[in-house]
């Protein structure tokens, strides 16, 4: 009897073992199918999202990457801050109009836009970080010059390493352009996104010229940046032109770019209130036209 009653549970434990390794296997098996790798899951619809510095109080310095293509090509607002804020709202609005329609953009492309170089400016204009609406821009046209500069009241677009002094030009006014070149935080972000990403092109959106300047430094203008300066203008209606002459500038991250063989235009908008959206779409679309094209 004894003998029996052995045989008896030495079966019924082999029996439960093989029934544990089952039902292990089973469940290990749908935890390992209910968990997908990473990249099976991003909905390629939106942004890559990365903050690429911070400027001189702190605030987020941010970008948005859409496609992934092997032409990248940026796109970058608010080096100016509050003095030229239409030109953030413009790449908020680009932002969210990329979101919704990701076809516009061509497979070959990568697009980054970074909304606001100088959030610091932006704030003594607005009291806002980040998405503002226009009804928060200051009605003061000093307060709103005053966020032109970062905290440090340095000039950002004279602190890039090309013809850099310390002493810049602003219309009739003497501002300072920091203590050396790329002193400043948000221009080191502008920087080290460059060195890193080593975009084809990068085009600046400013107010209020009314026009599409190309850039050059000290080997004049690259032929890219022609071609791109005329794609930009004739689709938008902003006049072409080749240099700025209304007074002297240094510094600025357009020449920087230029002394490193990127092509770059500035896009002036025609005041300092209107994003000007359709014009500034239709030279987004010619670019994305030009660059669409090109195989590497």
């Known amino acids: 009897m004894r003998?029996?009653?052995?045989?008896?549970?030495?079966?019924?434990?082999?029996?439960?073992?093989?029934?544990?390794?089952?039902?292990?296997?089973?469940?290990?098996?749908?935890?390992?199918?209910?968990?997908?790798?990473?990249?099976?899951?991003?909905?390629?619809?939106?942004?890559?999202h990365n903050i690429i510095g911070r400027s001189v109080e702190g605030r987020a310095i941010e970008s948005y990457t859409y496609g992934d293509g092997a032409v990248h090509v940026a796109f970058i607002g608010g080096i100016h801050g509050g003095y030229e804020w239409n030109s953030i709202l413009l790449a908020y609005k680009f932002i969210d109009y990329l979101k919704s329609n990701p076809g516009v953009i061509p497979n070959n492309l990568t697009v980054t836009?970074?909304?606001?170089?100088n959030p610091d400016g932006l704030f003594v204009a607005t009291g806002k970080v980040g998405i503002f609406a226009s009804v928060d821009v200051s009605t003061s046209t000093s307060v709103r010059a005053s966020g032109r500069f970062n905290a440090h009241?340095?000039?950002?677009?004279?602190?890039?390493?090309?013809?850099?002094?310390?002493?810049?030009?602003?219309?009739?006014?003497?501002?300072?352009?920091g203590t050396s070149?790329?002193?400043?935080?948000?221009?080191?972000?502008?920087?080290?996104?460059?060195?890193?990403?080593?975009?084809?092109?990068?085009?600046?959106?400013?107010?209020?010229?009314?026009?599409?300047?190309?850039?050059e430094c000290k080997n004049g203008i690259l032929p890219e940046t022609l071609d791109i300066m005329n794609a930009y203008s004739i689709a938008s209606k902003y006049p072409a032109i080749k240099s700025f002459t209304a007074y002297p500038v240094t510094g600025d991250a357009e020449s920087w770019l230029a002394s490193i063989n990127i092509p770059a235009i500035t896009v002036e908008f025609k005041t300092h209130e209107n994003m000007e959206w359709e014009r500034n779409l239709a030279g987004v679309k010619a670019l994305f036209d030009y660059y669409g094209k090109i195989k590497l």
Do not use: M
């Open 3 to 48: 003998q029996l009653f052995s045989k008896t549970a030495a079966i019924t434990i082999i029996a439960l073992v093989v029934i544990a390794v089952g039902l292990f296997a089973l469940f290990g098996l749908d935890r390992k199918n209910s968990t997908p790798p990473v990249q099976q899951t991003v909905d390629t619809r939106f942004p890559l």
């Open 113 to 117: 836009i970074i909304p606001n170089v």
């Open 153 to 177: 009241d340095v000039d950002l677009n004279r602190n890039f390493d090309c013809k850099w002094q310390p002493k810049a030009t602003w219309q009739s006014k003497t501002t300072s352009a």
């Open 181 to 215: 070149a790329f002193s400043e935080p948000e221009a080191v972000a502008i920087k080290n996104f460059v060195v890193e990403n080593n975009p084809r092109a990068v085009i600046f959106w400013h107010s209020q010229s009314n026009a599409v300047y190309a850039s």
